[in-house]
């Protein structure tokens, strides 16, 4: 059984720190792949919560082959992400202080097929990000904007 969903039996909604494995893909236009969730419609990255035991960048591309049903390629280290900016409480009511590690990658197979968890996908280009970003990633897309502007 998922690690937290048995931890959620213990303590309700409150707060959890949750570690978690995101990639951002870019396809050759340099644009970013993004999910929009079925819960909140907000758009984000493939990823999710790194299992006990598990290591982070086997997280990574097990959540973005479950995700996406993209295999990806060489994972490259972008990140670590955590603090204030990084709570989210999820519209079930679920609290979680998210350490974020991030990698930047590219596909190496497979066509994009979303997960019951999601509701659309698309290509983005960095200029012309949707306005509906899930709140943990709107402050690493900000250091994305930065690191990667004017690379096209």
């Known amino acids: 059984m998922d690690y937290l969903l048995e931890l959620r039996k213990y303590v309700g909604h409150r707060p959890l720190l949750m570690v978690g494995a995101t990639v951002f893909i870019f396809d050759e236009q340099n644009r970013v792949l993004l999910l929009k969730r079925k819960d909140n419609e907000c758009w984000g990255p493939p990823g999710g919560a790194v299992e006990p035991g598990e290591v982070v960048e086997e997280a990574a591309k097990r959540e973005t082959l479950e995700e996406t049903g993209l295999k990806l390629g060489e994972l490259s280290l972008y990140g670590i992400f955590s603090g204030d900016d990084q709570f ?65």
């Open 88 to 152: 989210y409480r999820y519209p079930n009511g679920d609290e979680v202080h998210n350490v974020t590690i991030t990698y930047i990658s590219h596909v190496q197979g497979g066509q994009v097929r979303i997960s019951p968890e999601h509701i659309d996908w698309k290509y983005f280009p960095l200029g012309e990000l949707p306005s509906e970003i899930s709140p943990p990633i709107i402050p690493i897309l900000k250091k994305i904007l930065t690191d990667f502007a004017g690379k096209s």
